[in-house]
């Protein structure tokens, strides 16, 4: 079977649900926290650590500017006794990993799906879908007193492990710019793709959250995830959407352009 990885950005909205009796994520003494990337629970603290430093001292409207949302405040003061959930249950409330459906893929497209994708996170830097995670606000584009633009803190952490998780691998890249922008790419992969939907009028569509939800659901159910796999997508399945291969760059690998227009 040859290696792929899934590159996915997370879901500003958050369901709820969460587990008070679940491992502490943020305990950086325990090595079994039943996240993935351990490594990185300290710099996560001192991050979460200096929103409550901001919050003491410049006040708490400040870090609800600086987050966006007023309730942010509440969910990061409480964040690390926070209930705990896998993170791919928690962005279930939003329309991608709605659309991924993974309590319908079968067992062992489930498996590919957890393991071989890696989420970029403005709380956590990196994470695998079946990681336990609070529900938090902390955008990877918020700029913070004393840290600056988060996507910058984590770009020199994060890279290294999302380098050599994707080492030789076929990668499906759905990130967003901005959660891109908190990755130094080392291009250790054999191949990267990156996908474009197209109306019937051969516009650019922006708003592709649940399209790429279910493609996520379709890749990760073939035994071999590479190119071709798009080309295998059903219509009926993909909403009309179909491989385009006049607007398609498929002429560098480290760097494919798939185009997939509505007939």
Not at 238 to 260: C, I
């Amino acid at each position: 079977m040859s290696k792929f990885a899934i590159l996915l950005p997370p879901s500003v909205q958050q369901t709820r649900q969460g587990n008070r009796f679940a491992p502490d994520v943020f305990d950086y003494r325990e090595k079994t926290t039943f996240n993935y990337f351990h490594q990185l629970i300290a710099e996560r603290r001192y991050l979460i650590d200096t929103l409550h430093r901001v919050m003491d001292v410049e006040g708490e409207d400040v870090v609800a500017e600086v987050l966006g949302d007023p309730e942010a405040v509440t969910l990061m003061k409480n964040v690390y006794s926070a209930e705990l959930v896998a993170a791919r249950k928690r962005y279930e409330a939003g329309p991608m990993y709605a659309a991924m459906d993974f309590p319908r893929l079968p067992t062992g497209a489930q498996r590919r799906f957890l393991e071989n994708s890696v989420i970029i996170s403005g709380l956590f830097g990196i994470l695998r879908p079946d990681d336990l995670t609070p529900r938090y606000v902390l955008p990877i584009d918020a700029v913070i007193p004393g840290i600056g633009y988060v996507a910058d803190y984590w770009r020199p952490l994060v890279s290294p492990f999302v380098n050599e998780a994707i080492r030789d691998c076929f990668v499906w890249d759905l990130l967003t710019d901005v959660h891109r922008s908190a990755w130094d790419d080392a291009k250790t992969y054999s191949a990267r793709a990156c996908v474009t939907f197209y109306d019937r009028q051969g516009v650019a569509l922006t708003d592709t959250l649940a399209l790429r939800g279910k493609l996520v659901h379709h890749l990760v159910q073939q035994n071999h995830v590479k190119l071709d796999t798009v080309k295998t997508w059903k219509p009926r399945d993909a909403q009309g959407y179909q491989f385009d291969e006049d607007r398609s760059d498929l002429s560098d690998p480290t760097s494919l352009v798939v185009a997939l227009s509505k007939k």
